[in-house]
């Protein structure tokens, strides 16, 4: 070769290394200019319990279910077979598998069509983020611009975790975490290999390889992706065996929908930026009360009866579940309505909270004798639920038997306005119908909520402390305050837990309450142990009444059934604070032996008893049913007599009805507690 040859040779060389500079240069600044769309989609809010299991999941504002990886751990197998199945050059590329394409194209020229394809999983990811067209020249020029650009930008495991995010599978289900919830109702941290190939195979045709729709198809084409694998040698013979053995699944599986309400209001007061929102409930604990309420209402027939149920550890305030109805659907028990949050008359439940102040301001002790007789306070005079009067009682079996006349009167003196405002400290949300407190809010005339009413007992199980109850762990702690005092906390709860359980509950020892509101509209049962609070509420949402519902009879069975499956063991209730006074009645200070209140006027005054109806010498019209009595003044128990035989012995009613025969004329009497006698002559027609 001459030295002209070779200067021209090596100026060729130069040349080309030049032009092969030039256009490397070229190609990397094309790709450098690429504009790489957003990397970040809208992923499915969601709502976690304690221990992060998904309580809850919402569809994103298109409707689908795309469920952020987001670190969470994905079957090891399932990657290496993604990896083996779709791109086996993944992590040697730079985002085009040249060997690929090579072959793609030869295969194509010398068959006339295409026989396999080029596609690099990164080529897959930028499809899925351009949502761009495959079969065109420019789409997949697109295509392949765009993954050079990611692999410049992102690691392999970003660029992996990517293609997961957003791979379809099947109807609105898009990303991993979605579809392996969808189509097998878990996480996919672990798969099966009948699994794994089953999510390999249906991104390649979403559609039409949907085993709920398309078994055939979606079967045979997770035993193609098996069966490579058995060939490559990830999967052995007889794991490939075995997962041609296992079915597809037939039907989509829901996402998880646990404490719907409360999810609902945990959305509305914002989520992280990954969308997840972590609250203090346990999954298990809310789907087995759940499962409890639906069968709770369905006790009692098809009508309209809703249920509502909180529980909550009364010593830090964490709620740890809250059922807001007994079926999240808008049916005839209008289940989307959060019963928890709702304003409903609490019946006797408020009676612990005037026993307690009432001792702290030392107006009474649980040994002192309180009366349960007719009382009037101005134009106010409460009734016992029962119509009956007990006479000298303690003021503890007044709690215990949720005696009205007692607790009204112990209000009477530490005032409404005070009850109120305890009740507002509480946490209870109190509502008063208009104007200002007044006795009524006793026995339950105003509006709380079984959360509220939670809170409340919470408090009085927490030795008088108040307790803010919170459904998320970042939410502030309550500032400390004090309802009642320790001892006085104690004494109720002393009380509450000398309650007979209901008939066939479980034989817990808890310290309960419960309550009925004015036209059985409200049943309530509220109880504690030594660690958690539960509220039970049955109602009707609209507010019309339950005929012959009893909070007793209705809430306190579920009350308990609740408790078992809050805890396996009752945590006891503490030992009484040091300054506790443990005295029996004969040894109280004279003034806490007996409550005499100070600005009550008895209807019953000291006079001797009168009959009120009939009047001495009335002919009455009884057509052969009994007769009504009615007795006026004197003290009770009262005893009634016709024609000086004994017909109604030392009853404390002063309405009763008397079978007496006639027509005629009869001689009533009537003999009061002291021995006073009053007497009509009446004639019967």
Do not use: C
């Given at each position: 070769m001459t030295r002209r040859a070779t200067l021209i040779g090596g100026l060729a060389f130069a040349i080309a290394l030049w032009g092969a500079a030039a256009g490397r240069d070229a190609l990397s600044d094309w790709v450098d200019r690429t504009e790489v769309p957003s990397l970040t989609v809208e992923v499915s809010d969601e709502v976690l319990d304690r221990d992060g299991q998904l309580l809850r999941a919402y569809t994103v504002a298109d409707g689908r279910w795309r469920m952020g990886l987001q670190g969470a751990p994905v079957d090891p197998l399932f990657l290496k077979m993604l990896v083996a199945f779709e791109d086996k050059r993944f992590y040697r590329h730079n985002g085009v598998d040249a060997v690929a394409m090579t072959r793609a194209v030869g295969q194509a020229l010398v068959n006339g069509g295409v026989v396999s394809g080029a596609s690099t999983l990164t080529m897959q990811t930028a499809r899925l983020l351009e949502d761009g067209p495959t079969g065109t020249v420019s789409g997949k020029l697109r295509q392949i611009r765009l993954a050079l650009a990611l692999e410049r930008r992102l690691t392999k495991d970003e660029i992996l975790a990517l293609y997961l995010d957003r791979a379809p599978y099947g109807g609105n289900t898009e990303g991993i975490r979605a579809a392996t919830r969808t189509w097998f109702g878990k996480e996919p941290r672990r798969l099966t290999p009948a699994e794994a190939a089953l999510l390999i195979a249906l991104p390649q045709s979403p559609e039409t390889r949907r085993p709920d729709r398309h078994r055939e198809d979606a079967l045979a084409a997770r035993d193609r992706v098996i069966d490579r694998m058995e060939r490559q040698g990830i999967l052995t013979a007889d794991l490939a065996d075995t997962a041609r053995r296992d079915p597809v699944p037939r039907v989509r599986r829901d996402m998880p929908a646990l404490a719907p309400h409360l999810a609902d209001r945990a959305r509305r007061e914002g989520s992280g930026p990954d969308g997840r929102i972590t609250t203090t409930l346990d999954a298990g604990l809310q789907a087995r009360l759940e499962t409890l309420a639906a069968r709770a209402v369905a006790d009692h027939g098809a009508g309209r009866l809703s249920i509502a149920m909180v529980v909550a550890d009364h010593v830090s305030g964490e709620v740890l579940a809250s059922v807001g109805s007994a079926g999240y659907a808008p049916t005839d028990r209008q289940g989307f309505v959060d019963m928890t949050i709702a304003h409903r008359s609490p019946g006797s439940t408020l009676k612990p909270l005037i026993y307690a102040m009432a001792f702290d301001d030392g107006l009474a002790h649980p040994e002192t004798l309180i009366d349960d007789a007719p009382i009037a306070f101005g134009s106010y005079a409460p009734e016992n639920f029962d119509g009956a009067y007990r006479g000298p009682v303690t003021v503890a079996e007044a709690l215990r038997l949720s005696l009205n006349?007692?607790?009204?009167?112990?209000?009477?003196?530490?005032?409404?306005?005070?009850v109120y405002a305890a009740l507002e400290a509480a946490g209870t949300d109190p509502r008063l119908p208009g104007g200002a407190p007044g006795l009524a809010i006793a026995l339950g005339g105003l509006g709380v909520t079984p959360e509220g009413l939670t809170a409340l007992y919470a408090a009085l199980a927490n030795g008088g402390q108040v307790t803010t109850l919170r459904h998320r762990p970042d939410a502030p702690r309550a500032v400390p305050a004090s309802l009642v005092t320790?001892?006085?906390?104690?004494?109720?709860?002393?009380?509450?837990?000398?309650?007979?359980?209901?008939?066939?509950?479980?034989?817990?020892?808890?310290?309960?309450?419960?309550?009925?509101?004015?036209?059985?509209?409200?049943?309530?049962?509220?109880?504690?142990?030594?660690?958690?609070?539960?509220?039970?509420?049955?109602?009707?949402?609209d507010g019309t009444p339950v005929p012959g519902a009893f909070g007793a009879d209705m809430a306190a069975p579920i009350l308990?059934?609740?408790?078992?499956?809050?805890?396996?063991q009752i945590e006891p209730l503490g030992p009484p604070p040091p300054g506790t006074l443990m005295l029996s009645h004969a040894a109280l200070p004279l003034p806490l032996r007996e409550f005499k209140p100070r600005g009550a006027v008895f209807a019953a005054p000291k006079g001797q008893p009168e009959l009120a109806f009939p009047p001495d010498g009335a002919t009455v019209e009884t057509g052969g049913m009994p007769l009504a009595v009615k007795i006026r003044d004197g003290r009770p128990p009262f005893t009634v007599l016709a024609n000086g035989a004994p017909v109604r012995v030392a009853s404390h009613a002063r309405e009763t009805m008397l079978d007496l025969p006639g027509p005629g004329h009869v001689t009533l009497s009537v003999i009061d507690a002291d021995g006073r006698s009053a007497r009509a002559q009446v004639e019967l027609r």
């Open positions: 006349i007692p607790v009204v009167a112990l209000a009477s003196e530490i005032g409404p306005a005070r320790p001892e006085a906390a104690w004494q109720v709860g002393h009380i509450l837990s000398s309650v007979p359980p209901p008939p066939n509950a479980p034989r817990l020892r808890l310290a309960y309450k419960t309550g009925t509101s004015y036209g059985h509209r409200d049943t309530w049962a509220v109880g504690f142990d030594g660690r958690y609070v539960v509220t039970v509420w049955m109602g009707r949402p308990f059934e609740a408790f078992s499956r809050v805890t396996p």
